[in-house]
């Protein structure tokens, strides 16, 4: 079953298709589409890991284990383990929303899966060399220093504000 965000990407496709060719003709319309063509191709691999490691941790993580270090009760530990595995995690959205969505399938806390996904955009460990050699050290360190509490804050004040509906929210990703 198409969901209702894929459809309306469809008309938004298609909406553009339409534009490019009243621009430029059936040329430009062909070339955004062998663009966005060649763009699929060269994520493909990168998707289908992703989506195999989000497979595996479903299996290999037990409903138990999960509610213990991840669930609900987890608490620090919890949002702790979320914002160090989301610094850790290598590659950008398509390697990790495919385990967050795991983890969410998986019984994670919402905040654990806030901590997670905050973890993974402020203090990716992968992102690190890049930085350093294009904005220098100083200015990594500072903003690494401004950001450290971000992650578990976010974490925590979404657990306590919103915690409640993480069984809502499993549900409606369900449907």
Request: glycine share 12%; hydrophobic share 60%.
């Given at each position: ?96 929303y495919p385990i967050a969505g795991a983890l969410l399938k998986s019984g994670a806390s919402l905040g654990v899966l806030v901590a997670f996904v905050s973890a993974k955009n402020l203090w990716s460990i992968t992102r690190l060399p890049y930085e350093f050699a294009l904005l ?40």
């Amino acid at each position: 079953m198409i969901d209702r965000t894929t459809i309306a990407l469809g008309f938004v496709a298609l909406a553009l298709a339409v534009l490019a060719g009243a621009r430029g003709g059936a040329e430009l319309a062909a070339a955004g589409l062998i663009a966005g063509g060649k763009m699929l191709l060269s994520v493909v691999p990168l998707l289908l890991a992703a989506f195999l490691v989000a497979g595996l941790v479903q299996v290999l993580l037990s409903r138990e284990a999960i509610d213990r270090w991840l669930g609900t009760e987890s608490g620090v530990r919890g949002i702790v383990l979320a914002c160090v595995a989301g610094a850790l995690t290598p590659g950008g959205p398509y390697v990790y929303y495919p385990i967050a969505g795991a983890l969410l399938k998986s019984g994670a806390s919402l905040g654990v899966l806030v901590a997670f996904v905050s973890a993974k955009n402020l203090w990716s460990i992968t992102r690190l060399p890049y930085e350093f050699a294009l904005l220098g050290p100083r200015l990594t360190i500072i903003r690494l220093a401004v950001t450290l509490m971000v992650p578990p804050l976010l974490g925590f004040v979404a657990e306590s504000l919103f915690g409640s509906a993480i069984e809502r929210i499993r549900a409606e990703v369900a449907s």
